[in-house]
């Protein structure tokens, strides 16, 4: 009797053991099939600082960080700080959104400028209503326009990089800027370079942002070993350089 109840439970173990191990598997099996290129699974936090530059005389850095606040909800940060002789120029942009699977989408937005001259702030809410409105607030008025997938002035750098992850080479952008502005920026892929940095020797790739009916013209440089995250941006206006960031330091977090 004892044996054969012994032998029963062995076999009832088994069996069960057998269970959880197909289950496990399936899980697995499961896992192994959702996508690993989505903007979920590429968007990593990190923090990234920069030197500002204009025709190689540095004039002050800046700082993205990229957080994840809860599952799904991220903080997007910049803030800089550049002066030449008596000019100053601070500034501060923060970003609030969602990722969802491949869908990164707008929440909050805020931008503030302070130095020589005169100060600026705005605020920017997304709402997906219905109706979808952006609601824009800034120094001198508020307004409020129908949402129609626009990103916010941060969140197209960042959807960028995921999709030059994902090997996209024609891209273009609807987004409302730092003035609270409605724009357009087409994206034209060039190809891989290898960049001298503060940071170091890194190869990346070289993009050109185009604007419409601007005279400015912007190129920015993304590092595969990096996450595909920004590591140089240069623009010009009428041949006279504006601005160079050059990547300093890079830390996933």
């Not at 799904?72 to 120029?89: A, E, H, I, P, R």
């Not at 129908?146 to 995921?162: A, G, K």
């Amino acid at each position: 009797m004892g044996m054969c109840f012994q032998k029963v439970v062995t076999q009832t173990i088994k069996r069960v053991a057998g269970v959880a191990l197909f289950g496990l598997m399936v899980q697995a099996a499961i896992a192994s099939t959702e996508p690993a290129n989505t903007a979920s699974a590429l968007l990593k936090p990190f923090e990234a600082v920069y030197y500002a530059y204009k025709w190689d005389d540095n004039l002050g850095s800046a700082k993205v960080s990229l957080e994840e606040l809860s599952p799904g909800l991220y903080s997007l940060t910049y803030q800089s700080k550049v002066s030449k002789f008596f000019l100053s120029d601070k500034r501060f942009e923060h970003s609030i959104f969602t990722v969802d699977g491949d869908t990164i989408t707008p929440q909050e937005y805020n931008y503030s400028r302070t130095g020589t001259g005169s100060d600026k702030s705005l605020q920017v809410t997304f709402n997906p209503g219905p109706p979808a409105l952006i609601n824009i607030s800034d120094d001198d008025e508020q307004s409020q326009i129908n949402w129609e997938n626009e990103f916010d002035n941060q969140l197209y750098r960042l959807d960028l990089t995921v999709r030059l992850a994902q090997g996209i080479s024609a891209l273009d952008y609807q987004f409302i800027n730092y003035r609270g502005q409605q724009k357009h920026y087409g994206i034209l892929v060039h190809g891989m370079e290898q960049l001298d940095l503060p940071y170091g020797s890194i190869e990346a790739l070289k993009v050109e942002i185009e604007r419409d009916s601007s005279s400015r013209v912007t190129y920015a440089w993304f590092a595969p070993d990096l996450n595909y995250q920004l590591v140089r941006l240069q623009q010009f206006k009428d041949g006279d350089e504006q601005g160079d960031l050059r990547l300093k330091a890079f830390a996933a977090k």
